[in-house]
């Protein structure tokens, strides 16, 4: 029994025992919502403790980094692929390089693709979710820790906090997805997820929401997972939540780029045209977008994660290919 399932047992037993033995729909919903709220609490501090660990493994020279990574379209958008997998942040990148551009490092139009690569690394994280490693998140977590604890070299020690994170994150998923199966048996979260299956549009407003809400695209398309893991989400309803989400967490790099320059609120209005660009493009072929992402991969979680890295990528390609219309636009409405 893991240390989550005795204390939902024990709060099991006290309402028991308050209730005289009546089973209260209020009380169900209030054991659900604590299961999620812990298992989400490991998820963050997992995404925080990777995060944070691989930013010191990068070193203090990350807007030069970026800087260097610019000289043309391609190599630009490799550096935000590979900065924003390594730090699993697109919101992270997408302020560095709003920064940057703030402070004259970085021209406008290398940061333009920048941020298309960041949004494509930021998938990785749904790809690390289904990659069949939960089984593993114990073992990840103590080797982890122990290197942290234990390793005589700094790096080693950031490397084996980054590890550490990485475990307690895929704890925290596990125990979501655990926590939420009783929630298919509520009618309202039914209906919720039944709607977003019929009218994508209400449902990447729901994505939208959540993830302007919680500031991490990262940990509502981690809960979408968990729920198209216990079978309660369709690929349909998963995919608009998804796309929401990537739209949600461009309020990060607006609020960034509010007291910058001209140019640094540009790069920010450029990240949420993307991901506006990318949905609209989703939503024109989802009919044949989703039978697309089914056919890659066999179990509805790899089929969500998949097509959350193929509709980035497609809209990548088409933003590559039309940077310059793109900077254009992006300059005539700011």
Not at 65 to 71: P, V
Not at 249 to 269: E, I, N
């Amino acid at each position: 029994m893991t240390p989550l399932h005795g204390l939902l047992l024990f709060f099991h037993i006290l309402c028991r025992f308050i209730t005289g033995g009546a089973y209260l729909l209020a009380v169900r919903q209030l054991q659900v919502f604590i299961a999620l709220a812990i298992g989400l609490l490991f998820f963050f501090t997992g995404l925080r403790l990777m995060t944070g660990s691989l930013k010191r493994l990068a070193g203090t020279g990350r807007p030069f980094i970026l800087e260097r990574c610019s000289r043309n379209r391609c190599s630009a958008f490799m550096c935000g692929l590979l900065f924003t997998s390594l730090t699993q942040s697109s919101s992270l990148t997408t302020v560095l390089v709003v920064g940057g551009v703030d402070a004259g490092l970085l021209p406008f139009r290398p940061a333009l693709a920048m941020i298309i690569g960041a949004n494509v690394g930021t998938t990785v994280t749904g790809q690390l979710l289904t990659a069949g490693l939960l089984d593993f998140a114990g073992w990840l977590t103590v080797t982890g820790t122990a290197a942290a604890l234990f390793s005589p070299s700094g790096r080693a020690r950031s490397a084996g906090r980054a590890v550490a994170g990485l475990g307690l994150l895929l704890y925290g998923f596990r125990a979501m997805s655990q926590a939420v199966v009783p929630l298919g048996q509520a009618v309202w979260f039914s209906g919720l997820l039944s709607a977003a299956e019929h009218h994508p549009l209400l449902g990447v407003l729901a994505g939208v929401a959540a993830a302007a809400v919680v500031q991490s695209s990262s940990a509502v398309i981690g809960m979408v997972l968990m729920l198209a893991q216990t079978g309660r989400l369709s690929l349909e309803a998963g995919v608009s939540l998804v796309v929401g989400a990537d739209i949600g967490t461009c309020v990060t790099a607006l609020l960034a780029g509010l007291g910058a320059g001209t140019a640094a609120r540009r790069a920010a209005l450029a990240h949420l045209l993307f991901n506006l660009f990318s949905a609209a493009l989703v939503l024109i072929i989802f009919p044949l977008f989703i039978p697309l992402a089914a056919i890659t991969a066999d179990g509805a979680p790899r089929q969500l994660a998949n097509a959350h890295t193929l509709y980035n990528l497609i809209g990548a390609a088409v933003l590559l290919l039309l940077l310059n219309p793109f900077q254009r636009l992006t300059e005539k409405l700011l």
